[in-house]
Structures are given as structure tokens and as C-alpha cells.
């Protein structure tokens, strides 16, 4: 596989955070990791034991600071190459010129974003899902991502899908079986069987690995809970009130707010994303009707919607278009701290709440806490789920694949061999083995410059 040239130099880069630390990290990888310790730090020290070394500058041998170095000899590396680091002092100015002076040795420039990594899977040392996972592990905010991203990252769905592919690959040498020895009817008929047993049992594993209800991607991308109701209703003043801070401009005017307002919580280690969206009526202009239509849009989509109700003036119907989402709706009963009763218009399976005095809103975030766990479960732990679009695709179009060659019993056994090669692709490309080049550049983009 080529690397379109990013293993020709050796890159360094600050892998540990900006600002102002006790310790800074920077990484050395290439062919002039080891020159770089020799002439800002030598002696180099044995490989992987740590040395105290004074830090120098490469060409005018000014002292930069002082700190722990560690060599790191390839192949057995995180990037299969010649590795190092510099453990110096957080200070920015320490940084600053440290990173100056490598760039004063030849062959040695800055990485580009997850150059690191990038180099770590055209070595052979990760593949692409391990990549993914790991890029998942450093964005991941709660305890389920941390769980689902390490899983992966670990090799854990490489795994499940490189023995998927491998059962593809001696399928589909059984098929080929039967068309070397398609004058021996009775050989080609049995090799052509067991392919097709083969491919019954993998088509039923893969169609229950993509009927996930796209738990993974939900787990990654967070749990959608989206504020409808009509204006006034107190959505943005609810949105504060779980955010705890002024996210939403709160006002008695009604369609205050036009545009969807979105924060991020974790409830129950599930990251959720919470949206204020416009307040449903009969639009008072252009900006207020496409606000109307982003809220339709959202509540579509959205994995819980909770329609909030104003106890002085309650409006239980949910509007037309509804419908599709009535089986995610929790209804809610807002500003009971004014109106202590609902006007004797009692409704079953409602959660009665005050944004403003907070009363209520431990059983509301109970009630999302619990469709959240209803819809995910509440261990994510062993469970291999897809995380990505890109991992849904490749593996949707080998499921097409296997499905066409056990439906084409009555077509050329040189053609349900292709179908087999196909299915076999396809999974290839989830974990890099084939033709994965156009998406090396927007997986490993995602990753900081020291990653």
C-alpha cells in the first residue's frame, strides 16, 4: 500500500496538551529519531529505559532544559519506526524552543495530523477500525464512549470482521473448488454445498450485526432529545435549567428562539445532546416559519422528543406530523410553580416539572436517563456494535453480495465465486486490507498533530 510519501522524513510533534504543564511530550518518529537524541540529548540511552538528559540546541549547543528521554528502536514501535521522546517541562517558551531546534535538523518537520497513527497503520502496527477507535478514545466524554472506543481501539471489531472475511475467502476457494472440477459432478456439487452453507450462516451474522438499531453510532455520536412545544411553553428556561448555565435567551415574548440551540450532557455515561428548537404555532414570519421547519426536521430525527407542556395554559395534542415520533414522545408539564393544578385536564404518563424552581426536573432527568438506558442497555461492555457510517456501508454492500450468491443458484458458478469475492472486499476495506486510500486522509484527519 503506498504512503504517499509520508515516511520519507521524520516528524516530531508536541503529543501532550497546549498550555501551561508540569510535562511536556514531544514525539520523534522516522529515520533520524535516533540523530535527533544524539544531538540534543545524547548519549542515547539503552531502548525503552528512561535517562535524565540535558536538552541542546542541535547547532549552537545552547542548554534548552532538562529532562527524561526515552529511545524507542523500530520495528517494535507504536509507528513501526525509530522513535523518541522528550519529556521536558510544560512551560511555552521551554516548548517553543525545543520544537524550534528540531526543526533545525535535517530530514526532521513538524507532523501533519494524525501522521503518527497514519504511520502506525501503514505499518502494519493498527488497522483502520483500531484507528478509528482510537481517534473515538481521545474525543470520548463519557464512560460509554470511553468503553465502545477502547473496545475497538483494542482490535476488538478487526477481529469479529477479519473472521468474517476469512470465512468469505475459504467459501469462496470452495466455489472456485467446484469450477476446477466441474467434470466431477459430484466434488463440484459438494464444494458449491458447503460454500452455500457457509454463506447462509454469515449472511444471518451480518444481518443481525446491522440490525443494531445504530445503538454504536448513538453510543459515538450521542442520544437525541429534542424541546418541542408551543412558544412560551418554557423550552429554553428547561434547557438552562439541565445545562445548568444560560445557553438560550429566555424572554416572555413568544418565538424568541429561531434557530435549534444544542447542549451536551451525560446522563448515566451516555452523552446526550439536548436541542431548544422554535416554538410550534402559526408562523408570524419568514425567519419564525423556518425555524418551525428546523424543529419539524429535528423532532424526525430525534431518538426522544419532549413535548412540554405550559400548565397555565396547556396544550396536550401533539401537532400534525407527529405521528411518526409518537412512540418517542415523553410529555411534560411545565411551570407548576404557577399553576399548581392542570385545569382538571388530567393525562396519564406525564412528568409535571418547574424550569424556573427546579422542582420536578431530578424525575425528568430520571425519565431521560432511563430512555437512554432503554435504548442503548445499560452495559455496553462485550457488546460489538457498528460505530461508523463508513463500517455500515462496507459491510451493508457484502451482505448484498453473499444475499445475490445464494439467490443465483440457477447463474455461472464463475459468477457466485465473484459475488464471493465482492462480500469479501467489502469487509476488507472496513479494516483496511483493500483499497482504502481515499479514506486514509479523512480518517487520520480527524486526529491532533501529535496523534
Excluded at 95 to 112: F, K, M, N, P, T
Amino acid at each position: 500500500m503506498s504512503d504517499g510519501g509520508f515516511a520519507d522524513a521524520t516528524i516530531y510533534a508536541l503529543s501532550s496538551a497546549t498550555g501551561r504543564a508540569g510535562v511536556a511530550v514531544i514525539r520523534v518518529a522516522g529515520p533520524q529519531a535516533g540523530t535527533v537524541v544524539d544531538r540534543m540529548a545524547g548519549p542515547r540511552p539503552q531502548p525503552r529505559y528512561a535517562a535524565f538528559r540535558r536538552v541542546r540546541h542541535p547547532v549552537t549547543g545552547e542548554i534548552l532544559d532538562e529532562a527524561l528521554v526515552l529511545w524507542l528502536s523500530g520495528p517494535k514501535t507504536e509507528t513501526g519506526e525509530d522513535m523518541a521522546e522528550l519529556q521536558i517541562h510544560g512551560g511555552s517558551a521551554v516548548i517553543r524552543a525545543v520544537l524550534q531546534a528540531l526543526s533545525c535538523i535535517d530530514g526532521c518537520r513538524l507532523a501533519e495530523p494524525g501522521e503518527f497513527a497514519r504511520r502506525a497503520f501503514l505499518n502494519g502496527r493498527m488497522d483502520l477500525t483500531a484507528a478509528e477507535g482510537l481517534a473515538d478514545l481521545i474525543d470520548a466524554e463519557t464512560e460509554a464512549q470511553r468503553r465502545q472506543a477502547l473496545a475497538q481501539a483494542g482490535g476488538a471489531l478487526a477481529k469479529l470482521y477479519d473472521g468474517w472475511r476469512g470465512r468469505l475467502l475459504t467459501a469462496r476457494g470452495l466455489a472456485e473448488a467446484a469450477i476446477d472440477f466441474s467434470d466431477e459432478g459430484d466434488v463440484a456439487a459438494d464444494a458449491l454445498a458447503r460454500a452455500r452453507m457457509e454463506a447462509r450462516r454469515l449472511l444471518a451474522e451480518l444481518d443481525a450485526h446491522l440490525n443494531d438499531g445504530h445503538r454504536g453510532e448513538i453510543v459515538r455520536d450521542g442520544f437525541r432529545v429534542v424541546l418541542a412545544g408551543p412558544p412560551n411553553s418554557g423550552k429554553s428556561s428547561l434547557l438552562n435549567a439541565l445545562a445548568q448555565r444560560d445557553v438560550a435567551i429566555v424572554s416572555p415574548e413568544a418565538g424568541t428562539t429561531r434557530d435549534v440551540l444544542e447542549v451536551r450532557l451525560d446522563l448515566g455515561g451516555y452523552a446526550v445532546i439536548l436541542a431548544d428548537t422554535a416554538g410550534l404555532r402559526e408562523a408570524q414570519g419568514l425567519v419564525e416559519r423556518e425555524g418551525i421547519r428546523r424543529t419539524l426536521g429535528r423532532v424526525k430525527d430525534a431518538d426522544l422528543v419532549v413535548w412540554l407542556v405550559d400548565a397555565t395554559e396547556p396544550v396536550w395534542e401533539l401537532p400534525e406530523g407527529f405521528g411518526v415520533v409518537a412512540d418517542r414522545v415523553q410529555v411534560v408539564l411545565n411551570k407548576i410553580d404557577i399553576a399548581r393544578n392542570d385545569g382538571g385536564q388530567q393525562r396519564a404518563g406525564y412528568i409535571s416539572i418547574s424550569a424556573v424552581t427546579g422542582e420536578g426536573l431530578p424525575a425528568l432527568v430520571a425519565c431521560l436517563t432511563q430512555a437512554v438506558m432503554a435504548r442503548l442497555g445499560r452495559d455496553g461492555a462485550g457488546q460489538l456494535l457498528l460505530t461508523q457510517e463508513r463500517h455500515r456501508v462496507a459491510i451493508e454492500q457484502g451482505r448484498q453480495a453473499l444475499a445475490r450468491f445464494l439467490d443465483g443458484a440457477q447463474m455461472d458458478v464463475e459468477l457466485q465465486a465473484e459475488e464471493l469475492r465482492i462480500a469479501a472486499d467489502a469487509l476488507g476495506r472496513v479494516i483496511g486490507r483493500v483499497g482504502v486510500e481515499d479514506v486514509l486522509g479523512e480518517i487520520f484527519g480527524r486526529f491532533c498533530i501529535g496523534k
